[in-house]
């Protein structure tokens, strides 16, 4: 199904083989329960990736308030460089993947399972603020303009540019590249194998 500028107040639920691709207009509830969904232009209220085989593009379009990825795939890549957000709101991952290869998200959190896979992927773009509580993180490329908080799990820093990052519990921080303002060790474990840091406060016994 191709939506390019009506309003859809019900709920848009893709299963199967089905794509729906909205290229205009608005959406109250995008569900992806296998398939493909497309958000092209135009917003949508939310997001929800439920399947393992469900995937979900967001270009130039928006997701105006929460993002929830319990399966499947979320990728943000904005076609158009501009300062909007593609998903504006919160984004909670407790399965499956986001990656973002260009464009503009909100706060990701991430609840991933540990199970060596990683859940969320920045290559390049901005992400508000990340707060990971397991799972595993990887920014590879572009911009953690907020506060990166590691409580469990792992983030590795390859090549992005981030301000302050902030360890605690089990969480482990890992720097191979890129570069962080300030370095907040509450707990955990800071590694910084390369790449630079402005600041580093160890804190916790």
Same mark, same amino acid.
């Given at each position: ?38 958000? /092209? $232009? ?5 997001? +929800?990736?439920?399947? &393992?085989? !469900? @995937?979900?593009? =967001? %270009?130039? #379009?928006? *997701? ?17 460089? /501009? $300062? ?5 709101? +919160?984004?909670?991952? &407790?399965? !499956? @993947?986001?990656? =973002? %290869?260009? #464009?503009? *998200? ?36 572009? %911009? ?62």
């Amino acid at each position: 199904e191709a939506q390019s500028g009506a309003t859809m107040t019900g709920a848009v639920t893709a299963s199967g083989t089905g794509t729906y691709t909205q290229s205009g207009g608005t959406s109250t509830d995008l569900v992806n329960d296998g398939g493909t969904i497309n958000v /092209d $232009a135009g917003t949508a209220t939310s997001l +929800t990736n439920n399947a &393992t085989a !469900g @995937t979900s593009n =967001v %270009t130039d #379009g928006q *997701v105006t308030g929460t993002t929830t990825i319990n399966g499947g795939a979320v990728v943000v890549d904005q076609t158009t460089a /501009d $300062a909007a957000l593609e998903l504006v709101g +919160t984004t909670t991952l &407790t399965d !499956g @993947t986001l990656t =973002v %290869t260009d #464009g503009e *998200v909100g706060t990701v959190v991430n609840q991933g399972t540990s199970g060596g896979a990683t859940e969320v992927t920045l290559t390049a773009g901005d992400i508000a603020a990340l707060t990971n509580t397991s799972g595993d993180a990887a920014l590879n490329g572009g %911009t953690v303009t907020g506060a990166t908080t590691v409580a469990a799990g792992t983030v590795t820093n390859a090549g992005a540019a981030i301000t302050t990052a902030t360890t605690s519990g089990t969480g482990t921080y890992t720097q191979s590249g890129g570069t962080a303002t300030d370095l907040v060790n509450d707990g955990g474990t800071i590694n910084v194998d390369a790449g630079t840091a402005t600041s580093l406060t160890n804190n916790a016994t």
